[in-house]
């Protein structure tokens, strides 16, 4: 660990630059890798922080714009090394979208693609519907969720809306994106190739009625084995509401995001997304979802399905321009007290919102403005969290649970949309300030980005990254951050002691799955949030604005 603690990917030259000490010195100097000073400052005191538990030394070495590698040096102590440039975040935002490749199932992962990280076809066998054990059904494909190798439908809708939203958004950051996966080359843009593989799957848990199954698993997880070593029957648990909703408006977005590419494969996910939306209308009531007895994979349960309902209907009427899908919008927003700026997996509102910001037909302007306002309110509650914060840092206490990194960047988010929607430039330092602690100016120092960062995590609860038996772990895997819960079925509350400052309350351990375990829905903020700060910065493309 290095005591000085600074963004270990590095710093776009113009923006913002602050070190992180925790001991008090004089001063500091950021040198290079020759060793020759190239800036001096010193570091002013911010006091004691409360979620860290540490007195905080803030050292701005902003002035220093020429690119290069750089270490923080005072007293004995040094940083981690990192970049200034306009490229720093490249890498980062490569290995942060590729992780999807990674996590493909259905698939043998070769090496010209996979490097070292190979695996054979995984889960081909026919799916067994576990309400009738007679139907079985062939689902083969998709992104292994998480650390487990389950396949949720609602988790894979809010991962793709981020991928897909951020590719509509920030297109000059993202059109070009080479990603070195099997449809490389083919005339599209990556970022799509890889988006279809997890679109081909959803498709597929559309029931023929148009209910939508909620997950693809086996009864229970399956040991720290390869996904090709298993081979447990797979199911199709009972269909849900959330995952109707869920499917409704992915299917819709994707029509809306591939029509100029590929209009047949558009108008296959309208159709599909038709179809469900119907079911959806002719079953109003909340079907939620429950692990029956005997299946022990994730859960994915919510307790009301407004927000998802709200974003179909948002999503069906940016797709089409139908008046009966935007009264259907007015009906959610009137009847239930939809949270506007959620971003998933759970609340999806926030979705809803980017499609009524993105929509080419007409919205009510009452209906805009009270969404800006929902986006830009948070904004300056964000900012003023920061503010506040030794780290910079917009979490509140109560938001370091199981995957604290996902709403650290969905702030991060959230930011930049209201940089888009005031135009204001100050936001985007508060989203990067988001980035840096992602990836190192935090209490323990650490990037929470496998293979990025000289101190990184490198062991997070992820099935193949521990049975492959390489010690590097797959670059780009987010892992999950600090949980001040800690859980007791896993190892945490054995590797920290209660009383553990919510900041300090993680280590990089695959034991613990409530802290250090990898999901497809908190890689993809993390590839919005890097799309979207360095769009400016990349040749534009044609793209679509919000507001
Ligand atoms: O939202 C409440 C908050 O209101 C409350 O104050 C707080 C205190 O307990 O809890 C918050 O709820 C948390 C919830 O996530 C919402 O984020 C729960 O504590 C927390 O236990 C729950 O964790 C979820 C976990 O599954 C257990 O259900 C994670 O979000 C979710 O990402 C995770 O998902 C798992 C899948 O089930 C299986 N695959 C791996 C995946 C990642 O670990
Ligand atoms: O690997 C599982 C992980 O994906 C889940 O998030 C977690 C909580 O549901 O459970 C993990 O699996 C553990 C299981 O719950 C209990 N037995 C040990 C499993 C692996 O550590
Ligand atoms: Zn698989």
Request: charged share 20%.
């Amino acid at each position: 660990m290095f005591p000085i603690y600074v963004n270990q990917a590095g710093y776009l030259p113009e923006k913002r630059k602050i070190c992180i000490a925790t001991e008090e010195h004089s001063e500091f100097t950021v040198k290079d890798m020759q060793g020759k000073t190239c800036f001096k400052g010193s570091f002013f005191s911010f006091g004691f922080d409360e979620l860290s538990g540490d007195r905080v030394y803030h050292g701005d070495f902003s002035e220093l714009t020429m690119p290069g590698k750089y270490r923080i040096h005072a007293g004995d102590q040094v940083s981690a090394t990192f970049d200034i440039g306009e490229q720093v975040y490249d890498k980062l935002l490569y290995d942060v979208m590729r992780a999807f490749y990674f996590l493909r199932c259905g698939c043998e992962l070769e090496e010209k693609h996979a490097g070292c990280y190979t695996h054979k076809a995984c889960h081909t066998s026919d799916a067994t519907v576990w309400d009738n054990r007679a139907i079985k059904k062939s689902i083969v494909g998709g992104w292994h969720d998480a650390g487990d190798y389950g396949r949720y439908v609602g988790p894979g809708a809010v991962a793709l809306s981020h991928l897909l939203y951020a590719f509509m958004l920030y297109p000059n950051a993202l059109k070009g994106l080479q990603l070195n996966i099997p449809e490389s080359g083919n005339g599209q843009p990556d970022v799509l190739n890889e988006c279809r593989w997890e679109l081909d799957w959803i498709l597929k848990m559309q029931r023929e009625d148009g209910a939508v199954y909620h997950k693809l698993t086996t009864a229970n997880f399956c040991g720290f084995i390869m996904p090709e070593e298993d081979t447990a029957e797979q199911f199709l648990l009972p269909v849900s509401s959330i995952a109707a909703a869920d499917f409704a408006a992915i299917c819709a977005l994707a029509s809306r995001v591939y029509r100029e590419y590929d209009a047949e494969y558009a108008d296959t996910f309208l159709q599909a997304a038709k179809k469900t939306y119907q079911w959806l209308n002719e079953n109003p009531n909340f079907l939620g979802f429950r692990n029956p007895e005997g299946c022990g994979t994730g859960g994915y349960g919510e307790r009301d399905d407004h927000s998802n309902r709200f974003w179909a209907a948002a999503e069906m009427y940016a797709a089409t321009g139908e008046a009966r899908y935007l009264e259907d919008v007015k009906m959610q927003l009137a009847q239930h007290d939809i949270f506007l700026t959620a971003l998933g997996w759970g609340e999806v509102g926030g979705m809803g919102s980017m499609a009524l910001l993105t929509t080419d037909y007409s919205v009510d302007e009452s209906i805009k403005e009270r969404v800006k306002k929902a986006v830009i309110d948070q904004a300056a509650d964000l900012k003023q969290n920061a503010d506040n914060n030794g780290y910079f840092c917009t979490m509140k206490e109560h938001e370091y649970n199981w995957g604290s990194n996902m709403g650290l960047m969905h702030h991060g988010m959230i930011l930049m949309m209201a940089d888009m929607l005031n135009g204001s430039s100050e936001y985007i330092e508060y989203a990067l300030a988001q980035l840096h602690v992602l990836m190192g100016v935090n209490a323990l120092g650490i990037s929470y980005v496998t293979g990025n960062g000289d101190y990184a995590c490198n062991h997070p609860h992820l099935r193949p990254a521990c049975a492959d038996g390489i010690d590097a772990c797959m670059p780009g895997m987010v892992c999950g951050g600090p949980n001040r819960h800690l859980n007791d079925r896993d190892h945490s509350k054995e590797l920290l002691q209660a009383g553990t400052p919510p900041m300090k309350c993680f280590v990089d351990d695959w034991r613990c799955y409530s802290l250090n375990e990898i999901t497809i829905y908190w890689n993809s903020p993390v590839v919005f949030l890097l799309a979207a700060v360095l769009n400016g910065k990349m040749p534009a493309a044609k793209g679509q604005a919000l507001g």
